[in-house]
T-cell receptor, first 116, second 115 residues
Framework: AQKITQTQPGMFVQEKEAVTLDCTYDTSDQSYGLFWYKQPSSGEMIFLIY??????QNATEGRYSLNFQKARKSANLVISASQLGDSAMYFCAMGLSNFGNEKLTFGTGTRLTIIP | NAGVTQTPKFRILKIGQSMTLQCAQD?????MYWYRQDPGMGLKLIYYSVGAGITDKGEVPNGYNVSRSTTEDFPLRLELAAPSQTSVYFCASSYDRFGTFETQYFGPGTRLLVL
């Protein structure tokens, strides 16, 4: 069975510093996708970044990058130059299926607080 | 382009009551999903649909029903509300492209309280 583990319930980071949010996954499938979502206090889920299991390069989207280590089954999110607006819950998720990601499994999330 | 919309935003139900959570998307996405998020937890898949007329169970389907008569709409039905169904409900949608994983786009959520 697939599983996503986020071991950091909460993190405090000084503004402008970089931060790494940990995510490990467990699956026996060879084809899967890894996603990170941000959930601010307003509650909506905002897509940040995606990494496919066959992608050879780490995904990047602006200040977000995904440190994908396939052998270790980890997909850590790195946020560079953190900002106060980055304070939110962050969820790692995994999709399994070649026909879409209907089997999206979420971790329990990490609450990130940026300190001025 | 409104994206994924959900109504209502908040609802209080009494035990045993029924209600329908509405979800609509205007992005012509084939795939639609319903998740619930309990306090301090990640999202869990309730039901999903790969197209009009086709639905399937997710991880936590008990106590819910869905239908998909059009591409745009995917309502979630609670027949006999129980306190355990107190949660925030998210609807999401995505494209269907063979061999790739498409991003799911989420609605703003419906907060449901069952008393």
């Amino acid at each position: 069975a697939q599983k996503i583990t986020q071991t950091q319930p909460g993190m405090f980071v000084q503004e402008k510093e970089a931060v790494t949010l940990d995510c490990t996954y467990d699956t026996s499938d060879q084809s899967y996708g890894l996603f990170w979502y941000k959930q601010p206090s307003s509650g909506e889920m905002i897509f940040l970044i995606y990494q496919g299991s066959y992608d050879e390069q780490n995904a990047t989207e602006g200040r977000y990058s995904l440190n994908f280590q396939k052998a270790r089954k980890s997909a850590n999110l790195v946020i560079s130059a953190s900002q106060l607006g980055d304070s939110a819950m962050y969820f790692c998720a995994m999709g399994l299926s070649n026909f879409g990601n209907e089997k999206l499994t979420f971790g329990t999330g990490t609450r990130l607080t940026i300190i001025p | 382009n409104a994206g994924v919309t959900q109504t209502p935003k908040f609802r209080i139900l009494k035990i045993g009551q029924s209600m329908t959570l509405q979800c609509a998307q205007d992005m012509n996405h084939n795939y639609m999903y319903w998740y619930r998020q309990d306090p301090g937890m990640g999202l869990k898949l309730i039901y999903y649909s790969v197209g009009a007329g086709i639905t399937d169970k997710g991880e936590v389907p008990n106590g819910y029903n869905v239908s998909r008569s059009t591409t745009e709409d995917f309502p979630l039905r609670l027949e006999l509300a129980a306190p355990s169904q107190t949660s925030v409900y998210f609807c999401a949608s995505s494209y269907d492209r063979f061999g790739t994983f498409e991003t799911q786009y989420f609605g703003p959520g419906t907060r449901l309280l069952v008393l």
